[in-house]
């Protein structure tokens, strides 16, 4: 069997996620950042890397036995997280297709981006009481996604640890809710605000 | 910055794969072989860790400058592969968002798992003529998806260095075809025939 990763030292992520973001993010119309040169398209794997390292020191005592992401975006960065965590990634799926059973968790989630409504699904067997799940995606914005996600470990009976964000749109409310909820929300970048005119984005200060 | 991974030693991930497939994979009528408890639903880090070394043992040599996938269960491969080539990955995607910027390489892909047509995009600023690319998915059937791919990368004027494949069902003409016309094709296990009404698999000697 191999060994888990160990993670190499200090936080260095959310300082180099910010860094990222600003010189190759891009603001756009419609509260939108264009992160696709290393965030969900193009994926760089040094920068998850240093994400997953950042998400096992937050949540290394949490005693997380499953990462749960959404696909697609999510799973690079869940993946990466594992190897930390040296637990399975499970990603749900965000329509029915006829490889999946019948034994399924369901909720609904309303995507803002794609503009309708999906289900998420994760097969029964691989969520139950006895998980401790960390919620991981790479934006957390109106929270929608994640409440999908919360929604399905509220029905396997599993722990939620927590959810580890790559870029939270501080300016929208999913984190704010979560939070209120009681949910612990740790995002490696926090954008307090952004200006698809002058291309300016703030973080806040964590 | 972060050094890449090198890789263990020797080449365990083909066995790991047909032993994996033999204890946990369920044959389904319609050649759907599932393997959600460890490939594409639920995932095993450790395993594609292993996917990834013996992919770059193979692959070392080939000059790849960008690991290509499709969403979904390709990127936890292609990010665990990435580690050890220490390159990008970019995952095409499967329908236009209008998160995507308007200069996309575009294929049209025919899914017989899903029943439709969708179109498989993938930005112009992630791949170019500069390019050697390792395409990896974790299923070679008809080998729709893969064409999808190498249409990109033709269009692009990108050299392929061959693909890397999980599971390959050789009772299917996509690996066939593939190679000849002259496409490397490396695949974890190659299915030579499997049985619905018994579930046993048989696997090709490599």
Redesign the interface.
């Known amino acids: 069997?191999?060994q888990a990763a160990e993670p190499?030292g200090e936080e260095i992520a959310m300082e180099e996620m910010e860094r990222r973001i600003q010189a190759e993010g891009n603001v756009r119309a419609?509260n939108?950042l264009?992160v696709?040169?290393f965030l969900n398209?193009?994926?760089?794997?040094?920068l998850?890397?240093?994400v997953g390292q950042e998400l096992y020191r937050l949540y290394r005592d949490a005693g997380v036995t499953r990462i749960v992401t959404i696909?697609?975006?999510g799973?690079?960065i869940?993946?990466?997280a594992?190897?930390y965590f040296?637990v399975?990634?499970?990603?749900a799926?965000k329509a029915k297709?006829?490889?999946?059973?019948g034994d399924l968790y369901v909720s609904k989630v309303k995507s803002f981006?794609?503009?309708r409504e999906y289900d998420v699904t994760?097969?029964k067997?691989?969520l139950s009481a006895a998980d401790t799940v960390l919620l991981v995606d790479d934006f957390l914005a109106d929270g929608m996604a994640m409440n999908g996600l919360l929604d399905i470990c509220a029905q396997a009976g599993a722990k939620v640890a927590g959810c580890g964000i790559c870029i939270e749109k501080g300016f929208q409310p999913g984190g704010a809710r979560l939070r209120s909820q009681g949910v612990r929300v740790e995002s490696l970048a926090i954008i307090e605000s952004m200006d698809e005119t002058t291309g300016a984005v703030t973080f806040r200060a964590q």
Request: one cysteine or more; charged letters at 25%; a negative charge.
């Open positions: 069997m191999e190499a419609g939108i264009k696709d040169s398209h193009q994926i760089d794997w040094q998850l890397d240093h696909e697609a975006s799973i690079a869940a993946c990466m594992a190897r040296n399975p990634v499970v990603f799926k297709s006829r490889n999946l059973d981006t794609y503009g994760l097969s067997k691989f």
